[in-house]
């Protein structure tokens, strides 16, 4: 199959839900308002491409790559990110909803993540150095054997993890977490 390839486009107000897309590489594309949710994305390619305002809930994403993606206001529920191609693998979110996703194994370093939802969100095995969650809601988000190594959550809420099962060495948080950094232990902090 022949691989088509986009660039410098606007694709807006488009309805990809529950289609498959395929062979396609977009470069330097912007999309807005567009749904892809329950969409098949594998094997496309996405690089220095922004989504704004899109619905990409339960979009399949084998082997597709996000590289230097940004994703404004979007609604991400559901993926699996750990299925995606890893070579160049980088994102960063704003105002976006990600509840319910995964990135296990994923290398995530210095991907910004501002005023987001993370609800149930599995960050196992995951590289977060250098991250930044600001102002996020990490309630139930899962991170074991993870890199939080300068990880700042100092804004977010909600988050707890286990400092023996991480590596969290210059990890940033606020005063008012550090119960959720010691809940295995069973402790009651006044």
Not at 61 to 84: P, R
Not at 162 to 167: G, I, Q
């Amino acid at each position: 199959m022949e691989s088509k390839l986009y660039q410098n486009r606007t694709f807006e107000t488009i309805d990809y839900s529950d289609q498959s897309l395929a062979n396609t590489e977009f470069v330097n594309c912007e999309f807005i308002n567009c749904n892809f949710s329950k969409s098949d994305l594998s094997h496309n390619d996405f690089m220095d491409s922004t989504f704004k305002n899109c619905n990409l809930s339960l979009a399949v994403l084998k082997n597709t790559g996000l590289k230097n993606i940004k994703f404004v206001g979007c609604k991400l529920m559901g993926l699996d990110f750990s299925a995606c191609n890893s070579f160049l693998f980088s994102m960063n979110f704003e105002d976006s909803v990600l509840d319910y996703s995964t990135f296990i194994y994923k290398k995530l370093k210095k991907t910004n993540f501002t005023d987001c939802s993370l609800k149930e969100t599995d960050f196992s095995n995951t590289d977060l150095s250098l991250a930044i969650f600001k102002n996020c809601d990490l309630s139930g988000a899962t991170f074991v054997e993870s890199i939080l190594e300068k990880t700042d959550f100092r804004s977010s809420r909600n988050y707890a993890f286990d400092p023996s099962e991480n590596k969290i060495k210059g990890t940033k948080v606020s005063h008012t977490a550090l119960a959720g950094l010691l809940e295995k232990f069973d402790l009651f902090i006044e």
